[in-house]
Each structure stands twice: as structure tokens, then as C-alpha cells.
């Protein structure tokens, strides 16, 4: 089955500086990887996710980059802001066979004012 | 308001007494399904259902039941909870596939 390894575990960045989140996958079968963002006490919500006919992705200050040869994708937060801090998950979405959505094990991510 | 609810929020049980945790979703979502959340292991999928009456077993589905009677709930069943369920679990919905899921806040369940 698929495996999803994200890095790193936590992340600190002072505030306006840029955080990268990375995830690899296992399985060349998916097609498909979100990333969630987890606030204090909420469940998970959809951000940017990015299909494997596509490299590069954008909206405003996030993006999400996939190399479909390397099997990687990563998260890309520019001009971080306090409200930025939060658990990241990334996920792979499989359509081979049943449909298998496998997410990462989670960023901590804090902006220091 | 679309939306994904989740009762109870909070629970606190005792090893082999049966309870129920309810989902409903107000999108005519296909898909639901029930995760839970550890630290350091992320989330990982319990079991989900692809329509009415269409269950399917996820990563960690020993110790839970789910059914699918209506399309808008999903209810876990933990038949008789162990400590080692003690966790943080999420009802999630989408459409035709399981792409665009959307969690409910969760229930924090510790069972002693």
C-alpha cells in the first residue's frame, strides 16, 4: 500500500519568512495530493492540492510543488504570518483499485512575531 | 452552512462499555469516512463508505463497526473500547471521490 513520509515533525520560522513542508509517496499509482491545514481544536481543511499532470500550483501566498520522478511534493508558505501557525498535513491519493487516501504524519508549524 | 457535525465532542468512557460516536453530513456527499488522529502517526483512516449501504475497511479498522443506513450519517461503533482506542477521531465527507474531504471539529475520546 501506499506510504506518505512528510518532514519535518515541527517547524519554527520568524514571521515573513518562507516555510517548506515535505512529503514523498510510494505508490506511482497516485494521482493525486492535497495538503490540509489543522488549527487548534478544528478538524484538518483542504488548502491547495495539486493532481500529477500539473508541477507547480499557486494561490496567493501558498504553493505546492510535485515531481512525479522523484516522487515528492512539498509546500511552499511565503511571507508567513502569525495565523499561518498550525499542523500541516499532506496526503496521496491513490485511484488504482479502490480509491486509498493515505495522509503524512503531520508539521507542526509556529511563526514567531 | 455546510457542514460535518460530530456528537459527542468530548467523552470519557470505561473499557467495555459500547458507545457511539454520530456524523451527519448536510452536503449529499457519497463518500464518509472516520479517522483518528495519534501523535506522531497523523491521521489514518478507520473505514469509509463510497454510497448507502457500502462500507470498506480503512488502515485501522479493528475494534470499530460503521454503517451506512441513510446518506447523511456515518456512525462509529466501538463495541466494547479498549485504553488503546483512546484518541482523537474525525467524520470526514466528499463527493464522487475522496478528493476535497471535509472533517468535522472531531471527538476526543479517552477510554480508562
Known amino acids: 500500500g501506499e506510504n506518505v513520509e512528510q518532514h519535518p515533525s515541527t517547524l519554527s520560522v520568524q514571521e515573513g519568512d518562507s516555510a517548506v513542508i515535505k512529503c514523498t509517496y510510494s505508490d506511482s499509482a497516485s494521482n493525486y495530493f492535497p495538503w490540509y491545514k489543522q488549527e487548534l481544536g478544528k478538524g484538518p481543511q483542504l488548502i491547495i492540492d495539486i493532481r500529477s499532470n500539473v508541477g507547480e500550483k499557486k494561490d496567493q501566498r501558498i504553493a505546492v510543488t510535485l515531481n512525479k520522478t522523484a516522487k515528492h511534493f512539498s509546500l511552499h508558505i511565503t511571507e508567513t504570518q502569525p495565523e499561518d501557525s498550525a499542523v500541516y498535513f499532506c496526503?496521496?491519493?491513490?485511484?488504482?483499485?479502490?480509491?486509498?487516501?493515505?495522509f503524512g504524519t503531520g508539521t507542526r508549524l509556529t511563526i514567531i512575531p | 452552512e455546510a457542514q460535518v457535525t460530530q456528537n459527542p465532542r468530548y467523552l470519557i468512557t470505561v473499557t467495555g462499555k459500547k458507545l457511539t460516536v454520530t456524523c451527519s453530513q448536510n452536503?449529499?456527499?457519497?463518500?464518509m469516512s472516520w479517522y483518528r488522529q495519534d501523535p506522531g502517526l497523523g491521521l489514518r483512516q478507520i473505514y469509509y463508505?463510497?454510497?448507502?449501504?457500502?462500507?470498506d475497511k480503512g488502515d485501522v479498522p479493528e475494534g470499530y463497526k460503521v454503517s451506512r443506513k441513510e446518506k447523511r450519517n456515518f456512525p462509529l461503533i466501538l463495541e466494547s473500547p479498549s485504553p488503546n482506542q483512546t484518541s482523537l477521531y474525525f467524520c470526514a465527507s466528499s463527493g464522487a471521490t475522496q478528493e476535497t474531504q471535509y472533517f468535522g471539529p472531531g471527538t476526543r475520546l479517552l477510554v480508562l
Open positions: 463508505s463510497m454510497n448507502v449501504e457500502v462500507t
Open positions: 496526503a496521496a491519493l491513490s485511484n488504482f483499485g479502490n480509491e486509498k487516501l493515505t
Open positions: 452536503m449529499n456527499h457519497e463518500y
